[in-house]
């Protein structure tokens, strides 16, 4: 059984910097495409970023570009999310999810096979 566990969340004033780590155990972790999605209350759950299976491929939400970054250490069996210049609407709970069956990344989160229960991030003007 694959376990997704995501720490790193709380509150910052927007402009501040926030990382966010999704430690994955069960399975075999370099195998596993990441994503990261969040979710805001009333909205859809929207994608933020992924990474492929080696780290090298990363693909962001336009809304994150240029402030957020992923990025995933194999041998630790953790992906992470560096968010600079956090704003307002940005707050969220952000989760991450696995993807067991394809080497490319994904905006899709049918394609997901496992996700963490999330993890709250509040941003502050």
């Known amino acids: 059984q694959v376990q997704l566990m995501e720490s790193g969340g709380g509150s910052v004033q927007a402009g501040d910097s926030l990382s966010l780590s999704c430690v994955v155990s069960g399975g075999t972790f370099s195998s596993y495409a990441m994503g990261w999605f969040r979710q805001a209350p009333g909205k859809e759950r929207e994608f933020v970023a992924a990474?492929?299976?080696?780290?090298?491929?990363?693909d962001y939400a336009d809304s994150v570009k240029g402030r957020f970054t992923t990025s995933r250490d194999n041998a630790k069996n953790t992906v992470y999310l560096q968010m600079n210049s956090p704003k307002p609407e940005d707050t969220a709970v952000y989760s991450c999810a696995a993807d067991l069956r394809y080497y490319s990344t994904t905006n899709d989160p049918n394609r997901y096979d496992y996700w963490g229960q999330g993890t709250q991030v509040t941003v502050s003007s």
């Open positions: 990474v492929s299976r080696s780290g090298r491929v990363t």
